[in-house]
């Protein structure tokens, strides 16, 4: 497109553009090559990828980027702006879902992913390490034959062919939580035995023991010393048998009840005293999981029905609907990437839901339905990549990969 060289001088279209915001910029781009370039030349003097994060909300760019695996030579924050203008256009988006039947069935629970490598947890207590790219896997035995509830990694995994340097996990097995490092060999950092719930924000830990004690934990990594964990604080709170679910989460720390959320604040010295707890605008006998986010974000459910409720200090919103009525099936899991609600069912069926709205939030209203597989789902996480965004799912046998291409999409 030459004639904007004759009509616009490169200095008038750069004048216009390093005032225009995220999505104008990246329609811009596709403009032409000499449009394109002028983005870029004015990126390089103002960095005004940057100064668009401005247009995300904190949650939704703390999530993302916490979930995007990068390299060296990409523009992070050009794409972390991308992929969450393309999460609203979710349901306009074509998608591709890969069935990957593993040849040696381990029966997994959990599943986490870092860079190309896919990692999950067993019944029976293994650590499985899959390349994205072959599934080729390496098995990690470990102390433990209990079941891995959950895992969590905690630094970005490098891949040498041959094994996982400098490698930091978290495992939550039944009753226990380890702290490991991969290398050539297994080592344990730390085992704490009696642990009920546990939650990570950033590089701080937080569990609950059987005797209701609310530990913190600062966790501090180094690739020659390997990773080491600093207990900062402790509290007694409740009766451990009351505590159904447990976030930490900024400053603060969560703790539902059968009937109540209470906040804590957590400083290195400390937890502090409670605040007042706000009472749950629901409250069933027969809930059998409950789910909190953020520390306000709070589900749980029955056999039959989804309780959710969004307690903020000036206004509290809940709802109640029967997903086996409406959803026609039980509920395996839930998971909360920035705005992006995703519920497994255990028929195999995915929702994903775009919320920016709670009040709005209406279960048979969902921007993309998903048949994953025929089994139950076990696992769900998340992964932003500068030309898709994947959703990991896993099941006791089989790991299922949903591919959401970046396309081009009128922001």
């Given amino acids: 497109m030459d004639f904007t060289k004759s009509l616009f001088p490169p200095?008038?279209?750069?004048?216009?553009?390093?005032?225009?915001?995220?999505?104008?910029?990246?329609?811009?781009?596709?403009v032409c090559n000499d449009w394109k370039n002028i983005i870029e030349y004015i990126d390089e003097k103002y960095n005004i990828w940057k100064k668009c994060y401005k247009d995300i909300p904190k949650i939704e760019f703390y999530s993302m980027k916490e979930k995007y695996g990068c390299t060296e030579n990409e523009n992070q924050s050009k794409i972390i702006l991308h992929n969450w203008l393309l999460w609203q256009k979710l349901k306009h988006r074509n998608y591709q879902i890969t069935r990957i039947e593993l040849k040696v069935k381990k029966f997994h629970t959990s599943i986490k992913v870092s860079g190309d490598v896919i990692i999950t947890g067993t019944m029976t207590g293994q650590i499985i390490f899959f390349k994205q790219k072959d599934m080729s896997e390496i098995v990690y035995e470990t102390n433990y034959s209990s079941y891995v509830e959950d895992l969590q990694c905690l630094n970005a995994i490098p891949y040498y062919g041959t094994g996982f340097q400098h490698t930091h996990l978290l495992i939550f097995y039944t009753g226990r939580l380890v702290f490991l490092t991969l290398g050539?060999?297994?080592?344990?950092i730390a085992s704490i035995p009696e642990v009920s719930l546990y939650r990570v924000f950033k590089n701080v830990v937080c569990y609950v023991n059987h005797m209701g004690q609310v530990f913190v934990s600062l966790m501090h990594f180094d690739n020659v010393e390997g990773m080491s964990i600093e207990n900062v604080s402790t509290a007694k709170v409740y009766a451990p048998t009351i505590i159904k679910s447990l976030c930490i989460y900024a400053n603060k720390i969560s703790l539902v009840t059968d009937n109540y959320l209470m906040l804590f604040d957590y400083t290195m010295a400390r937890v502090a005293t409670a605040k007042n707890g706000q009472m749950l605008p629901f409250y069933n006998a027969l809930v059998e999981r409950y789910w909190t986010f953020r520390?306000?974000?709070i589900f749980a459910t029955t056999s039959r029905h989804l309780h959710f409720a969004i307690?903020?200090?000036?206004?509290?919103?809940?709802?109640?609907?029967?997903?086996?009525?409406i959803l026609g099936s039980s509920i395996c899991d839930i998971y909360l990437h920035g705005y992006v609600l995703i519920i497994t069912m255990s028929n195999g069926l995915v929702y994903?839901?775009?919320?920016?709205k709670w009040s709005q939030f209406r279960v048979a209203n969902y921007d993309a339905k998903i048949?994953?597989?025929?089994?139950?789902?076990?696992?769900?996480?998340?992964?932003?990549?500068?030309?898709?965004?994947?959703?990991?799912?896993?099941?006791?046998?089989?790991?299922?990969?949903?591919?959401?291409?970046?396309e081009l999409i009128k922001y």
């Fill in 11 to 30: 200095e008038i279209i750069e004048n216009i553009l390093k005032f225009a915001d995220g999505p104008t910029l990246l329609q811009a781009e596709l």
């Fill in 184 to 188: 050539k060999n297994i080592c344990t």
């Fill in 295 to 297: 520390n306000e974000i």
């Fill in 311 to 325: 307690m903020r200090s000036k206004k509290v919103f809940h709802g109640q609907v029967n997903v086996m009525e």
């Fill in 352 to 356: 994903i839901y775009y919320v920016k």
């Fill in 371 to 406: 048949l994953a597989h025929t089994d139950a789902i076990c696992g769900i996480d998340v992964q932003e990549l500068k030309n898709e965004q994947k959703l990991f799912l896993c099941t006791a046998e089989n790991i299922v990969h949903i591919s959401f291409p970046n």
